[in-house]
Every structure is written in C-alpha cells, then in structure tokens.
C-alpha cells in the first residue's frame, strides 16, 4: 500500500486548487461508535489575511467549549445565542473588544457534539452533509463542517480545502480514514496531509481492498469484480481526458456505507470528496455483470460518471454563489451522460433526454439570470433541469465550443459562479453576442426549455 500511497500524494499536487494561503487543521478527535459523541480539540492556523470578512462554520450539533487566540487567551465571540446558519453549520465571529477579530493567524477551537446512532430507526433524509452514524461505521464529510471551516465572506467562498495533522481516537478493532491520508487501525491513529484536501472522515469496523488505481473500503469484490470495476471507472476518466484536456490524476477511494434513511427499493446515492467517493445504499459488486464482463444496467454507468466528474466540478472548480448548484451539480450530470453517450451511442442519449424531458415538462424553473440565492436551484433544477439547459447551449454552439466553455471555466480562479460568470465565460470561449441571445431568449427567459431539446442529433 505505500507504493499506492506514493502515487495518491503524487497525483494530489495536482489536483487540488491551491489558493495563496491554506488554512492548517492540527489536533485531535475523540469518537465513541457506542454514544454517537465526538470531541474535537483543534488549532486553525495559517488563516489567510481576510480582515474582518471571514466567518468560522462548525456543524449545528456541536457546542464549542472555547474558542482562544494565539495567545491562549479566551475570546468573546457571536453565534453562540441566536447564531445564524449556512448550510449544515452555525457561523461563529471571534470578537475583540466588541468588534470582528480583523486577521486572526491561529484559533484554537474545542468543542463536542453527540449525534443519533441510526440502526432500527431511521431519519427522513440522509445526505453529504449529515454526520452519519449507522451502528457500523460513522461518515463526516466536508459538507457536514465537523472541522472549523473559514467562510471567505466577501468572495463567497468556504475554505473547506486545508492541510491536516489530526490524531483520531476512537473503539478498538475499527479502520479509520481521513481523505488524503490511507485508512489505519484504530483505536488511536495520526493522519496527515501537506497537500490541501477537504477532509473525510470514515471509521468503521471494514475490510480494506487494493488494486493498482484505487482503495475500496467496507467493500466485498472479487478480483475479478473489482477489474471489471475498474476498466468502466478507466473509460470514463479517459474519456473526460479527451473532452475537458485536463488529466484526470486523481487515485480514488471508493466507499460503501449503509445510508441513516429508509430507502425504497432499488434507491442508491453517492456523493464525491476528492479523491473519495462514497456509495450509500448498494453495494459495487452488484453493479457488476462477471459474465458479460460489463456494468449490468445502463444506468450505472452515468451514475458513476456523475461522481467521477466532479472531480472537475467540484473539486477543480470549486462553485459559490448563486450558481453554486448549477455549476456544481447540473455540469456534472451534463458530462456524465456525455461519457454515456461515448459509451453506448445515440439512442441511449435519446432515451437519457426523453426520461428527462419527461419528468421536467410540468417544472417550473426560476430564471438563472434572477437567481439570488443558491437554494432557489433545487434538487430537481439541479440534477435535471440544469443539465437540459446545458444541453440546450450545446444545440446552440455545438459541443467542440461546449468543452471549450466548460475547461475555461475551470480555468477560472477566485470568481464568484453567478449568472455573469455564466455570460462572461462562455464569450469567452468563442461564443458570440448573437448566439448567447439567442440561447437566452429560448432556453433561459423561459419557465420551461422541454419543448426546445433536440432528443438526438
């Protein structure tokens, strides 16, 4: 495993988004799998010089027991009465005499939160940004904030991104895993990162499975599963090679983990946080036909390929702001069922988009060029809506020019992603005034585009 190690480190110079300076996370975690508690006790150093436009996010289940300076000494702050949230997390101000902290270099920030063990019961929803214990293992993501994560205020953007040296304690018996780091035995175990990662946190009593190009964690495959898995999971990333022109370098980690909300059948869900990417509710070796050498259903396919490709959206590109969900979610989806498309040919895209035309023709959408808050895009604008959009700018200018847009967005750097990021971008890439207009009045002025896709060329 070190060689593969070896490979990860490698490969993370180059994906991850460096930004001028990184936050640091140093310290430790305390876990009990039996009470759902976890106690962190950490240090936030090498703070970018924000003045006073910053923010601290932590999930809403924690209570902070103290929040010092670099001196040790304990600071006032706001958000412990009435706190304002974003997203998962409750954002807290360090204060200095009844003012903003103006450019802290380090805090010191200890604080514990207990969390439901879901095992008989379950909750309503399970999602990325849930702290989710299961009975068997627990997964904290990015997304849920159980580390400190600076909220650039002025640039809309969450330094979710950051080195690490975290000692995690927690049961005998049981596998951890930070993002960046490999998985170790418990129960005490240091992990670190010198390349900026959002951190994942994965404990569990799990097998761990190798090959040459990934790690599987609390997977069961076959030697021959996890080739067939991982040939599908190489034509993908080839693929997005050959279309974006930017290398796909990341060495993943897939994650299987059972989900905290009661599922209909047949119902699964992934989410990405580079270079892992978690699977709820199924399990990878049920994806794989060993006798015909393939993914058994179509549909699995495009369901990777979403998550493979945020890798480009999503980690590359980080989004904010308005079209934070649209440049997050609706362009990977886009690219996912273009690599389905060079898989399987035209009539699996002519079948994707009358599935989704169908299911969008009642929808009602907002504008992107009125959206002022991220959440006005919803699950279905988002995963449905927004890729037919896309769709509908590829009718419009073609799809050498739409790979020309989207790796110029990628390029872009410390931009807010709103409706005139949108504009400016694709003029940029060579689309003209007269066909920008023209895709706007048909696809974006419109409560509804349905009627406009072009199923197949």
């Known amino acids: 495993m070190r060689n593969w190690y ?3 480190f490698f490969s ?8 001028a300076q990184t936050p640091n996370i140093s310290g430790k975690v305390e876990i009990s799998m039996s009470t759902g508690q976890i106690t962190c006790d950490f240090i936030v150093s090498n ?8 923010q601290v996010l932590l999930n809403k289940g924690f209570n902070i027991k103290a929040i010092k300076d670099a001196n040790n000494s304990t ?14 997390g409750i954002s807290y101000i360090p204060l200095l005499k009844d003012s903003t902290y103006s450019n802290p270099k380090k805090l010191h920030i200890t604080y514990t939160g207990a969390f439901p063990i879901y095992t008989d019961t379950l909750n309503f929803i399970d999602f990325k940004g849930l702290i989710a214990f299961n009975g068997k293992t627990l997964r904290a ?3 849920s904030k ?34 960046g780091d490999l998985p170790k035995d418990g129960p005490i175990a240091k992990f670190s990162s010198q390349k900026p990662i959002a951190p994942l946190l994965f404990v569990g009593n799990y097998k761990v499975q190798e090959t040459a190009n990934a790690l599987f964690l609390n997977t069961n495959m076959d030697k021959r599963q996890l080739m067939i898995f991982e040939e599908n999971v190489a034509a993908i990333k080839s693929y997005y090679n050959s279309v974006i022109d930017l290398p796909y370098l990341a060495k993943n980690v897939f994650i299987e983990h ?42 699995d396919y495009p369901f990777l390929a979403h998550e493979l490709a945020h890798y480009y959206f999503g980690n590359i590109l980080r989004p904010n702001s308005t079209l934070n969900w649209f440049f997050l979610e609706s362009t990977a989806e886009y690219l996912s069922f273009k690599a389905s498309e060079a898989k399987y040919g035209k009539t699996f895209t002519a079948k994707y988009l009358k599935d989704k035309v169908d299911g969008m023709k009642n929808f009602k959408a907002v504008s992107l060029s009125t959206v002022d808050d991220m959440n006005k895009i919803n699950g279905n604008y988002r995963y449905h809506y927004g890729p037919l959009l896309l769709r509908g700018l590829e009718q419009a200018i073609g799809e050498k020019r739409m790979f020309i847009f989207l790796k110029d967005c990628l390029a872009a750097k410390d931009e807010l992603t709103d409706y005139a990021f949108f504009k400016r971008h694709a003029l940029k890439s060579g689309i003209t005034e007269q066909e920008w207009a023209s895709f706007e009045q048909d696809f974006i002025k419109t409560e509804n585009a349905t009627a406009k896709i072009i199923l197949a060329n």
Not at 12 to 19: C, G, K, N
Not at 47 to 54: Q, R, S
């Open 6 to 8: 070896l490979n990860l």
């Open 12 to 19: 993370l110079i180059f994906f991850s988004h460096v930004s």
């Open 47 to 54: 703070i970018p010089d924000l003045g006073k436009d910053y």
């Open 75 to 88: 600071l006032d702050y706001d958000g412990f009465y009435n706190g304002k949230t974003k997203g998962e």
């Open 141 to 143: 993501a990015d997304q």
């Open 146 to 179: 159980w580390y400190p994560i600076i909220y650039d205020t002025k640039r809309d953007q969450l330094l979710e991104q950051v080195t690490y040296n975290i000692t995690v304690k927690t049961a005998p018996e049981v596998k951890i895993y930070i993002n």
């Open 258 to 299: 059972q989900p905290v909300e009661k599922y209909k059948q047949g119902k699964s869900w992934a989410f990405a946080t580079y270079p892992s990417i978690a699977f709820a509710g199924m399990s990878l070796s049920s994806m794989i036909d060993e006798k015909e050498n393939k993914l058994k259903n179509h549909d």
